[in-house]
């Protein structure tokens, strides 16, 4: 028997999720080449350029389990059990992301790039090209070519049995589908920019508390911090761009934040402040949406370069390693037969990654704004308490994002549903606790205990009592 030609896949694009998809395509036997435009960030001193703090969950360590990563990078991460609410006046509020053992974890950019990268390098028949740049490509044949930045003006042509454009939010392998017919795109810039500081270290110790996320809602404006493993916090503040050019001085700054933020100005530093803030200039956040994410059956697109989302949910890391885990699903499903699995993955795919965009954007305002709301609080609870009594009937929202594989567009689906028994649930809660003396009308009975199952109103009586800890 002829032995089976070996298939060749050259990964376009050397962040997060191509270094994955190279230890994904390896494991099914590709011989894959990576192509990155940068240098080696390994043996860089300093990267250029800003990341928001990554934050690692479910669907992102299921993915790192597959290729026997997921202990390797947990172990360098941070757990993080509850949002920490900053309110104006210094008062601080914990909202717990799910049950008591559930958590997402803070973890560095560049260190898990940097794994990602090794571990791709160790894989059999895998090679890393740095520092090529991709200039042209013809998807429909499978053939790049890459412009070598070595100091001279030296191209590198590619023909390849399978193209995997990893190549972020302005990739260039989408670039090239974009003139493809019937192919749908569309990019939104959000009127907010990010611009990132630091917490240093306080007498050798971490200046806040560490297992959260730390939260300074401000309704129109927000600022996180996520902990890192050097007893630093990352402090990103998300605000309007014309919010920012009106600070113009050092002084405007600190006045700023010590109206607005004012608990974070002695732990960044009033000289820190003023001289990070100048730094750099506030940067852009892009959403990208587009169909389908396939050529044929020789190239197609995932991560950033597919589905770029605004980072309010904390998906895009975990959305874009999900993405490798599904493929190869696919693959494992479909026999690596690529004229099959590609046109699979655009059509499986893409309605998670378009529903996984638009919570991310939703879950900006929750997080600026809904968190300082005394009815979010209360669906928050009512949501803790029902999931509770009946964990696999009743999901949270945040639960089946960040703790689950329950497809993104469905998790919306079944949140719509459940949003009607919460808003039920609440008030008769509500008509319960208006009825003083042990004195029920007629009327909070008819409107509000009717409309709920009998279990529901034994439940709520346990709440009530305070049976149920939420």
């Avoid at 060749?8 to 390896?26: E, P």
């Amino acid at each position: 028997m002829e032995k089976q030609k070996q298939k060749s896949a050259a990964v376009v694009g050397g962040g997060l999720v191509g270094a994955m998809n190279t230890c994904y395509l390896s494991s099914r036997g590709f011989k894959v080449d990576l192509y990155e435009a940068r240098p080696d960030i390994r043996t860089m001193e300093i990267v250029r350029g800003r990341s928001i703090n990554l934050a690692l969950s479910y669907r992102g360590r299921q993915a790192l389990k597959k290729v026997g990563l997921e202990d390797q990078v947990v172990q360098d991460g941070i757990p993080m059990y509850a949002r920490m609410i900053h309110d104006l006046n210094g008062t601080l509020r914990p909202i717990p992301y799910g049950k008591s053992d559930q958590y997402i974890m803070s973890v560095d950019r560049r260190k898990l790039n940097e794994t990602l990268l090794t571990a791709a390098e160790e894989r059999p028949d895998v090679t890393l090209h740095f520092q090529h740049k991709l200039v042209s490509c013809d998807l429909e044949k499978g053939k790049l070519t890459f412009k070598m930045n070595g100091g001279e003006d030296v191209h590198v042509e590619v023909t390849t049995d399978l193209i995997m454009g990893n190549d972020g939010a302005y990739s260039a392998i989408r670039k090239h589908m974009v003139k493809r017919p019937r192919f749908n795109y569309s990019q939104e810039y959000i009127p907010h920019g990010y611009m990132e500081l630091t917490v240093p270290p306080h007498n050798g110790e971490f200046a806040m508390a560490i297992n959260y996320l730390h939260i300074w809602p401000r309704n129109e404006y927000m600022m996180i911090a996520l902990p890192n493993q050097d007893k630093s916090f990352t402090l990103t503040l998300f605000m309007p761009f014309d919010m920012f050019e009106q600070l113009k001085t050092g002084d405007d700054v600190v006045k700023f934040f010590m109206e607005k933020f004012p608990d974070s100005v002695p732990l960044i530093g009033e000289e820190s402040l003023k001289e990070t803030y100048f730094r750099l200039p506030p940067l852009p956040l892009v959403s990208v949406k587009c169909f389908p994410y396939h050529v044929s059956d020789k190239a197609v697109i995932m991560g950033d370069a597919a589905h770029a989302m605004v980072p309010f949910y904390g998906q895009g890391m975990n959305c874009g390693f999900e993405d490798c885990l599904v493929f190869d699903e696919i693959m494992e499903k479909l026999d690596s037969d690529l004229s099959k699995v590609l046109p699979e993955y655009s059509m499986y795919r893409s309605p998670d990654a378009h529903a996984i965009n638009d919570l991310a954007m939703y879950n900006y305002i929750e997080m600026r704004k809904s968190v300082n709301s005394r009815w979010f609080l209360m669906r928050k609870k009512v949501d803790a308490f029902l999931h509770a009594i009946m964990p696999r009937v009743f999901i949270p929202l945040y639960t089946m994002v960040s703790f689950t594989r329950i497809r993104y567009h469905v998790v919306i689906n079944k949140a719509k549903k459940q949003d009607v028994l919460v808003d039920n649930s609440i008030q008769a809660l509500m008509a319960l606790a208006a009825v003083g003396g042990g004195y029920f009308t007629a009327v909070a009975i008819s409107r509000h205990l009717d409309s709920i199952p009998g279990w529901l109103r034994d439940s709520v009586w346990g709440f009530l009592r305070g049976d149920f800890a939420v």
